[in-house]
Nanobody, 120 residues
Framework: QVQLVESGGGLVQAGGSLRLSCAAS????????MGWFRQAPGKERDFVGA????????YYADSVKGRFTISRDNAKNTVYLQMNSLKPEDTAVYYC?????????????WGQGTQVTVSS
């Protein structure tokens, strides 16, 4: 069982930046493709992006391409989501998740989420 804990959320003005972190309980994180998702109030959870286990391949939703960057430090069992040029429509609860597949198909483990609020 892999436990994931997100952190780094908060309130930021439009145009600002935040970096989210997702820390894993085990070193086995290095074997997983890691994804980021978000869910705004009243909406379905959406894919934001993902990174392969080695970190050499990334995938992004069109809505965040060029603004968000996913990276990972397997030595620290941590994955990051750098969010720049934030917009009010980026407001959501952000979740990280771990998938045993590459490219990812299903995610086996999920964090509890961290709130990101972007004010206009």
């Amino acid at each position: 069982q892999v436990q994931l804990v997100e952190s780094g959320g908060g309130l930021v003005q439009a145009g600002g930046s935040l970096r989210l972190s997702c820390a894993a309980s085990e070193r086995t994180l290095m074997w997983y493709t890691m994804g980021w998702f978000r869910q705004a109030p009243g909406k379905e959870r959406d894919f934001v992006g993902a990174i392969s286990s080695s970190g050499d391949t990334t995938y992004y939703a069109d809505s965040v391409k060029g603004r968000f960057t996913i990276s990972r430090d397997n030595a620290k069992n941590t994955v990051y989501l750098q969010m720049n040029s934030l917009k009010p429509e980026d407001t959501a609860v952000y979740y990280c998740a771990a998938s045993p597949q590459s490219p990812p198909v299903e995610y086996s483990y999920w964090g509890q989420g961290t709130q990101v609020t972007v004010s206009s």
